[in-house]
């Protein structure tokens, strides 16, 4: 998902990345939601407790995120995070994919992803697929966006166990909110179709990867941004 949506965002970053084979620089947000994500793998393997979670969280940061922070809202980023971690008691549901590649088979190609929990309630047995995410709530055409990629994800779910899941959760776990998004057939639909076009766009482009102003991703988040000379076309 991120190879087909990282596409309109900058075709030279793109290239760069998967073509080049260059990953560039990491980011205060990917090492952020990379620890967050372990952590969540681990309290769900049950190699460490709810009650261990803030700790396993505050004695890693650190070294694997970043202190001292460079800017304020860093340090609102990590009190709120502590917070979650500190009150958190684990799941309702019953984890049954944890951190599991899927792999699909198109008509031309094969799309991979690796889906970050599937859950299975033990009340009416449905199944609920979730991402965790450090960013800020989605909404709007940013959440139709994002939501494409637990529409794909949900294809395995399909292949594996019979069913789609009955929820899509992004779980934005510094603000303690599962957004959930009730599975619709039409989204599921629109999300392949998209997929199938941006394979399409990619494979036939013949053009030279320009740069492409994206403002605070420039400045802030893209690999490229201590290299790139923001020669924008």
């Known amino acids: 998902f991120s190879r087909l949506s990282s596409w309109d965002t900058c075709k030279r970053a793109w290239k760069n990345n998967y073509i080049d084979g260059d990953k560039g620089d990491d980011n205060f947000f990917s090492r952020f939601g990379t620890l967050g994500h372990e952590i969540f ?3 769900d393997l049950k190699e460490i407790s709810p009650e261990y979670a803030f700790t396993e969280w505050n ?4 070294i694997e995120v970043g202190l001292p922070h460079e800017i304020s809202w860093m340090d609102n980023w990590k009190k709120e995070a502590d ?5 958190f008691k684990g799941f309702s549901t019953e984890a049954i994919w944890v ?3 899927v792999l699909l088979q198109r008509d031309n190609y094969l799309f991979q992803g690796y889906v970050d929990r599937l859950g299975l309630s033990s009340t009416n047995g449905n199944l609920i697929l979730t991402d ?5 709530p989605y909404e709007g055409a940013k959440l139709k966006e994002k939501a494409r990629q ?5 294809t395995a779910v399909k292949e ?5 899941p009955e929820r899509l959760i992004f779980f934005h776990f510094r603000q303690k909110l599962p957004l959930i998004v009730p599975f619709k057939v039409e989204d599921y639909i629109e999300a392949w179709d998209w997929a199938d076009k941006m394979v399409s766009e990619i494979e036939s482009y013949s053009g030279d990867y320009p740069m492409k102003d994206n403002g605070y991703f420039c400045n802030a988040v893209c690999g490229y941004r ?3 000379t923001k020669q924008f076309s």
């Open 41 to 43: 793998e681990k309290l």
């Open 132 to 136: 965790y995410k450090c960013a800020k």
């Open 83 to 87: 917070n979650f971690f500190k009150t």
């Open 226 to 228: 201590n290299t790139c």
């Open 150 to 154: 637990l529409y794909l994800y949900s």
């Open 99 to 101: 951190e599991q590649h």
């Open 59 to 62: 004695n890693r940061y650190p």
């Open 160 to 164: 594996e166990f019979g069913k789609f």
